[in-house]
Nanobody, 123 residues
C-alpha cells in the first residue's frame, strides 16, 4: 500500500508558477511509476505528467508540454510538478498517483491516489 499526500496548490495569476509536491509513504517509493492527474469541474480526470521509477522516462499531456516539469526524489519519497506559464485552463484539482509497476501507463488504471490539491489560475 502507498499513501500519497499532495501540497503546493493555491491561487495564482495567469503566467505565474506553482510547484506541487506529493509525499509518499508505505510501500517502497522507488519501485513505483508516479504521475500527476487533474480534474476540472464538469470534465473527466486526465493525465498531466508521469515519470518512471528511476526518473529516466517521462510523459506529458500535449497541453502542458514545455510548461510543466515532473521530477522525483526517491531518497525523500517525494514527487514534484513544476508548473510555469500557468493558464486559466490549468485550473483543476491536481492528484498524485502511483502504479504498482515501474513503468508509465496512460491506458490502464493507476493503483494509488492522493486526495488532491486545488490549483486556480485567474485571468
Amino acid at each position: 500500500q502507498v499513501q500519497l499526500v499532495e501540497s503546493g496548490g493555491g491561487l495564482v495569476q495567469a503566467g505565474g508558477s506553482l510547484r506541487l509536491s506529493c509525499a509518499a509513504s508505505g510501500r517502497t517509493f522507488g519501485n513505483n511509476a508516479m504521475g500527476w492527474f487533474r480534474q476540472a469541474p464538469g470534465k473527466e480526470r486526465e493525465i498531466v505528467a508521469a515519470i518512471t521509477w528511476n526518473g529516466r522516462g517521462t510523459h506529458y499531456a500535449d497541453s502542458v508540454k514545455g510548461r510543466f516539469t515532473i521530477s522525483r526524489d526517491n531518497a525523500k519519497s517525494t514527487l514534484f510538478l513544476q508548473m510555469n506559464s500557468l493558464k486559466p485552463e490549468d485550473t483543476a484539482v491536481y492528484y498524485c498517483a502511483a502504479r504498482k509497476y515501474t513503468t508509465i501507463s496512460t491506458t490502464t488504471p493507476w493503483d494509488y491516489w492522493g486526495q488532491g490539491t486545488q490549483v486556480t489560475v485567474s485571468s
